[in-house]
């Protein structure tokens, strides 16, 4: 069956623009994750959606960034004024139930890019 | 201090020579340990999953954990060209939302 996807897998933004990721999760996964992977920093943990609860925005680095989920399914992540320290790997996963006892499954990221 | 530690490498190794990759984790908490793998532009993909002390095996993979020194560790035996990426430790606590990742360790198998 189909992966997590992500779109675009590229872009390239001015400063100060905004831009919006997307990820399109595993059909029937509950909870969805966005982190950030910059280079030599690991992976961010930023948002995380399961079911209809309150999201978990513990991770998101400012007020620029917001995330929602429409439907329990497709994930938007917005960063508004975009900054060149913003620049890095947007990763999206899904697991089936939640929990960090379930296994993550990643799409293969948004390179970010501003300049 | 980072929740995981993670050396980043990169190492580079013959083909069929035994890898061991290392973290070390801060929080005694942690409960559930994993390894995933990262090609280059792809998404990490979970390679093993551990839950407890001691030693899982599977293929020529082996998973360690040490939660009384708080380490774990991956061993690839008989590495091969296609292990050539960058493998990330990651490890969470019951009931958090979060898993904690390693900054990845760079792996090259030289043919």
Known sequence: GAGVSQ??????????????????PISGHTALYWY??????????????????????SGLPSDRFSAER?????STLTIQRTQQ????????ASTDSGGNNSPLHFGNGTRLTVT | QKEVEQDPGPLSVPEGAIVSL???????AFQYFMWYRQYSRKGPELLMYTYSSGNKEDGRFTAQVDKSSKYISLFIRDSQPSDSATYLCATGQTGANNLFFGTGTRLTVIP
């Open chain 1, 7 to 24: 779109s675009p897998s590229n872009k390239v933004t001015e400063k100060g623009k905004d831009v919006e990721l997307r990820c399109d």
């Open chain 2, 22 to 28: 290392n973290c070390t984790y801060s929080n005694s």
């Open chain 1, 36 to 57: 950030r992977q910059s280079l030599g920093q690991g992976l961010e943990f930023l948002i995380y959606f399961q079911g209809n609860s309150a999201p978990d925005k």
């Open chain 1, 85 to 92: 320290e913003d620049s890095a790997v947007y990763l999206c």
């Open chain 1, 70 to 74: 429409t439907g329990g399914s497709v």
